[in-house]
Nanobody
């Protein structure tokens, strides 16, 4: 069974930065895209950003210009650099991977809290 392992969450002040990592391990073959979703307290899970295996990216309007996704295809790892963080970015961030045959994998989630 494949799994996604996340790291890098934490507490940061407004305007600060954090970097999240997500590594795919086990039997996850032919990943098409990897990305990040987030879910704030009392809110629905929403897409933050994703990157395909060819490097195409997509960002939610709320994070454009502040967040950057990157990917190491050789190691099936995806990174999320988050700059100029705002209190509204506070959420549990989940890594997601989709394969070419449509299988979906989720990480366990990592808490990001932006507060002074």
């Amino acid at each position: 069974q494949g799994q996604l392992v996340e790291s890098g969450g934490g507490l940061v002040q407004p305007g600060g930065s954090l970097r999240l990592s997500c590594a795919a391990s086990g039997r996850i073959a032919s990943i098409f895209y990897m990305g990040w979703y987030r879910q704030g307290l009392g809110k629905e899970r929403e897409l933050v950003t994703l990157i395909t295996n060819s490097g195409r990216t997509n960002y939610a309007d709320s994070v454009k210009g502040r967040f950057t996704i990157s990917r190491d295809n050789a190691n099936n790892t995806v990174y999320l650099q988050m700059n100029n963080l705002k209190p509204e970015d506070t959420a549990v961030y989940y890594c997601n991977a989709r394969t070419l045959i449509g299988d979906a994998y989720w990480g366990q989630g990592t808490q990001v809290t932006v507060s002074s």
